[in-house]
């Protein structure tokens, strides 16, 4: 059985793609300060994979924390470790660039110093498509320019980079760098979904929030783009299809002619701000009120992905629509409307 380590495994994507992971057989040890994420996760995943759930093991560790990270892994021989551990609030990252550029790339090098010291050079990292920037061209490719506008996305880039000039120095390294596009939704058992702390910054679980009453309205940040309806056009993407890209992406670390590849993930179509409000009142019953404002600065107008190399070199491809993703979005809204500290949650952990 192979046994992969998996970094922010608490977290929104981590916590989806290990219970994915566990289904396919899978023996998963998560390390995870629970910085942005809660414990119950952990359980509720374990639950959802039945049989499985015992395959799976959690450290309450800070990557950073060099000598727990060493523990562990002189404990256990990793097959490979994915890499989901960083915080990801752009604004944030603005108004506090130290704690990102400490957070994200100090937990990285840590993790790839003692990979490396261990002799596990096989990893898969999450990065994002905010390193196209504001494309000049859609969709994007694996090609396209990259740039960051924050500094959120200047430690992606710094990552990437940083994988590549590894590689170039030792090719036994084998790396993916996926590039997320935007999720959306839950799993359609509605036991585990994004459970954000604060304000939320992205789309959905904004929209989510209103529906549940715990906002007023959502306000629409700019509707005089070049689009179909003015507002921005982003490619969103079921949270299920992602967590089974990492696995996909994890059988691709055994081709011998792996080095170190980037994948997009998304879906390959874009969807309007109002197409998804829409599609996510269709679904819930929900009315969500509107307040129509400026432009967000630092967004584009128009991201989508090429979907392309994904599906050739990786055998896979999103399924899900964006009502699937909006009705299991709400399924786990409705269902858990304060997340996992839900009073009103079916099952309690
Ligand atoms: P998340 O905040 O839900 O999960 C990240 C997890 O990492 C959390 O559980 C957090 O507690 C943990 N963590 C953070 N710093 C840590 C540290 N130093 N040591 C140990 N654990 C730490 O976020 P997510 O949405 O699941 O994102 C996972 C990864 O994917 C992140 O790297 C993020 O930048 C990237 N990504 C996310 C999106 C998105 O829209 N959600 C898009 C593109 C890329
Ligand atoms: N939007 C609103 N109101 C809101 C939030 C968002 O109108 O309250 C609009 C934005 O202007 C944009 C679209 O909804 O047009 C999507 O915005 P999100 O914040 O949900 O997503 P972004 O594409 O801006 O960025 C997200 C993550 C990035 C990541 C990127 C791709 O925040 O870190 O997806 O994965 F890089």
């Not at 002189?74 to 490979?80: E, I, L, R």
């Not at 840590?110 to 010291?117: K, P």
């Not at 261990?118 to 990259?146: D, I, M, N, R």
Request: contains cysteine.
């Amino acid at each position: 059985m192979k046994v992969v380590l998996v970094t922010g495994g608490a977290g929104y994507i981590g916590s989806h793609t290990v219970l994915q992971l566990l289904l396919a057989g899978f023996k998963v040890v998560v390390v995870d300060n629970l910085n942005n994420s809660s414990e119950v996760a952990m359980h509720r995943v374990r639950e959802l994979a039945g049989e499985f759930g015992s395959n799976l093991s959690v450290n309450m560790v800070d990557l950073r924390d060099r000598a727990a990270l060493e523990e562990i892994f002189a404990s256990t021989q990793f097959d490979a470790v994915i890499h989901f551990a960083g915080l990801k609030a752009v604004g944030e990252s603005v108004q506090k660039p130290l704690l990102y550029y400490n957070n994200n790339l100090i937990g990285t090098i840590t993790l790839l110093e003692v990979m490396a010291a261990h002799g596990c050079k096989k990893l898969v990292f999450s990065s994002s498509a905010t390193v196209y920037g504001w494309p000049k061209q859609v969709p994007c490719t694996e090609e396209s320019p990259l740039s960051a506008l924050n500094p959120y996305g200047r430690t992606k880039l710094s990552i990437e980079e940083m994988c590549r000039d590894i590689y170039q120095a030792d090719s036994e390294w084998k790396m993916i760098l996926l590039r997320y596009f935007n999720l959306v939704g839950a799993h359609p058992s509605g036991y585990i979904g994004e459970d954000p702390h604060g304000i939320p910054n992205n789309l959905m679980p904004y929209v989510q929030q209103v529906a549940v009453g715990r906002r007023a309205a959502l306000t629409v940040f700019g509707n005089d783009y070049n689009t179909v309806d003015g507002t921005g056009v982003r490619d969103y993407i079921h949270i299920i299809d992602l967590a089974d890209g990492h696995v996909a992406a994890l059988r691709k670390l055994d081709d011998p002619n792996i080095g170190c590849e980037v994948y997009n993930l998304g879906t390959g179509k874009g969807t309007s701000v109002l197409e998804m409000v829409k599609a996510f009142e269709k679904v819930s019953g929900k009315k969500i009120p509107l307040v129509m404002a400026g432009r967000r600065p630092g967004d584009a107008e128009i991201v989508y992905a090429s979907t392309e190399k994904a599906e050739r070199e990786l055998n896979w491809k999103a399924k899900y629509s964006i009502e699937d993703m909006c009705r299991d979005l709400w399924n786990w809204a409705s269902k858990n409307p304060y997340g996992y500290q839900s009073q009103d949650s079916t099952k309690q952990s």
